[in-house]
């Protein structure tokens, strides 16, 4: 029995039709503070709540535990270390990927969250759970106040 | 309080394409089968339709609209449900409990075929600002959790294969599904890795199908049948939308779904309890987690249990006899439908070759796919 099957639908008589819808999203406060502060000082903030002791990485305007409005902002640092990686060989498409992509969750000491990010600089057999990294910026003349302003994060001492 | 029943089932597919049917049409043949099972006319003896659809993979905007005819529903009540078809079962259960409609119509289908971006509609389920500019395919998700997950509970990429192989060599028996196949552990270890540590094989692949199932009040289905199969209970949760804050080796929304289900079902040990399981194998690391929030075993322990084949169709405690996602194909929001749908056969003892011995109770669960952390449990009894 095969594994491969037919699943292209274009090889029956059809009618093709597509949805364009096009958005934007607003980042709201906590959001726009986040992306303005990797964009215009390479920074990483995270949002604390005093009552719960717990710092939000990305920073959110409200506490998910006590629901309280949160106003504190805490530079978090460059350095975090891999949660969970993967290495990614197919595109949106299936196509096969010239060059792997090693996406990864990455933690920062003392905060709840953490960013989803590319791994640079280094090859996939050389990533481990728990390694170090560290957020490579874009020059500052690139940055637009996106996630995209950390080119990716890179092995680290 | 009522009793709750599944009086009778239709299903159609799955196959990995169904090019001779519309969406419509496909609805239609289920639902004819579905009511001629429970002896009913949809024109007469329906007080609820439900179906079970997201706009985004139908193609319209407002699918609700495009319903009612090919069930038989024009001018009478229906509604849909944004979600897997197993939360419209819990709507449907809901329903009868109030008291107030006896026989409901609970649907729910895929025509992935006719998804030219499949991928791309699963990608923009991912946040805006903070993950889609990533960019890549969405089933990095998988790959990463999947990673973690083995990290945590020293659980092999051996064991993840196994449940891939366990489950197409399951659809094998399954008329009702398109991916069965019989392949060694070494095929599914060698093929493509695509997500590392996941495998090309380890990925259910889209179906399409749908499935029409005819629920009724404890006296409206003592009437129409004596194969009534009893919903015990229903659970569901969800966890978070963010990936940066979620578990990564744990399915807690999968945890306490079940805990909310064994809770009204009454179940205390469900390894014991279960005759056996339809649980949620988009990937093959999956059915072990899911497993485990399911407390079928401990945590760390599935992967265990399958390389043992206590999870085989003829071993202690049967998980997805029907051949799983893996092998009936991915049905999208139908895929709780399909888990639904074996238990509803196995407990009638219509299961055929692949027929449970004795089976008298059964659970369904489902999850809603990359990137979501909702989960649905049903536990189903042929004795009331």
């Known amino acids: 029995m095969s594994l491969e099957k037919i699943t292209n639908p274009l090889h029956v008589r059809h009618w093709l039709g597509d949805m364009e819808a096009d958005y934007i999203y607003t980042l709201g406060v906590a959001g726009e503070h986040f992306l303005e502060e990797i964009k215009e000082n390479g920074r990483i903030m995270g949002a604390k709540c005093p009552r719960c002791n717990i710092t939000y990485v990305p920073p959110k305007m409200y506490c998910e535990k006590c629901f309280a409005k949160l106003e504190k902002w805490v530079d978090i640092g460059k350095k975090g270390v891999v949660h969970t990686f993967t290495v990614a060989t197919i595109d949106v498409d299936g196509k096969k990927l010239e060059k792997p992509v090693i996406y990864a969750l990455i933690k920062f000491e003392g905060a709840c969250g953490g960013l989803i990010h590319k791994i640079g600089e280094t090859k996939p057999e050389k990533i481990k759970i728990g390694m170090k990294v560290e957020a490579v910026f874009k020059p500052s003349f690139e940055r637009k106040a996106s996630i995209n302003d950390i080119a990716y994060f890179k092995p680290a001492e | 309080m009522s009793e709750v029943a599944i009086v009778g089932v239709g299903c159609v597919g799955f196959r990995p394409i169904l090019p001779e049917l519309s969406y419509k049409e496909l609805m239609f043949e289920a639902a004819v089968k ?56 819990a709507t449907a259960y809901m329903l009868i409990k109030t008291g107030q409609f006896d026989t409901v119509v609970l649907e729910a289908h895929s025509k992935a075929s006719d998804i030219l971006t499949f991928m791309d509609i699963v990608a923009f389920a991912l946040d805006p600002i903070l993950n889609r500019p990533l960019g890549g395919h969405p089933y990095y998700v998988a790959g990463m959790e999947m990673n973690r997950y083995l990290h945590d509970t020293c659980t092999t990429m051996e064991q993840c294969a196994q449940v891939a192989v366990k489950n197409k060599k399951n659809a094998l028996e399954n008329p009702y599904a398109a991916y069965g196949a019989n392949i060694t552990l070494d095929q599914v270890l060698c093929s493509d890795t695509w997500f590392y540590p996941l495998k090309k094989l380890e990925i259910s692949t889209p179906a399409d199908g749908c499935v ?16 009534s199969i009893w919903v015990k209970g229903v659970g569901w949760c969800t966890e978070t939308p963010n990936l940066e804050t979620r578990d990564w080796s744990k399915t807690v929304y999968t945890r306490l779904a079940a805990e909310m289900a064994y809770k009204k079902a009454r179940i205390h040990s469900p390894w014991k309890e279960l005759d056996f399981a339809e649980v949620n194998d988009l990937f093959a690391y999956k059915e072990l987690q899911h497993m485990e929030a399911l407390k079928l075993c401990e945590y760390g322990e599935a992967g265990k249990l399958t390389e043992e084949g206590l999870t085989a169709r003829n071993g202690e405690l049967p998980v997805n006899p029907s051949g799983g996602l893996l092998g009936m194909g991915y049905g999208l929001e139908a895929s709780g439908m399909q888990k639904l ?22 659970l369904a669960h489902a999850w809603r796919g990359i990137p979501t952390a909702t989960g649905i449990t049903a536990v189903l009894s042929n004795v009331k």
């Open chain 2, 34 to 89: 579905a009511y001629e099972d429970a002896g009913i006319n949809p024109r007469k003896d329906v007080d609820v339709f439900i179906t079970c659809a997201e706009d985004y993979l139908e193609g319209f905007s407002i699918f609700d609209e495009f319903v009612p005819d090919q069930l038989g529903a024009v001018l009478r009540h229906l509604f849909t449900v944004s979600g897997d078809g197993l939360l419209g079962l």
């Open chain 2, 212 to 227: 029409v199932m005819v629920l009724a009040s404890e006296n409206v289905a003592e009437k129409l049948t004596d194969k």
């Open chain 2, 341 to 362: 749908l074996e238990v509803v056969l196995q407990l009638r003892g219509e299961a055929g070759r692949r027929q449970i011995p004795d089976a008298e109770v059964g």
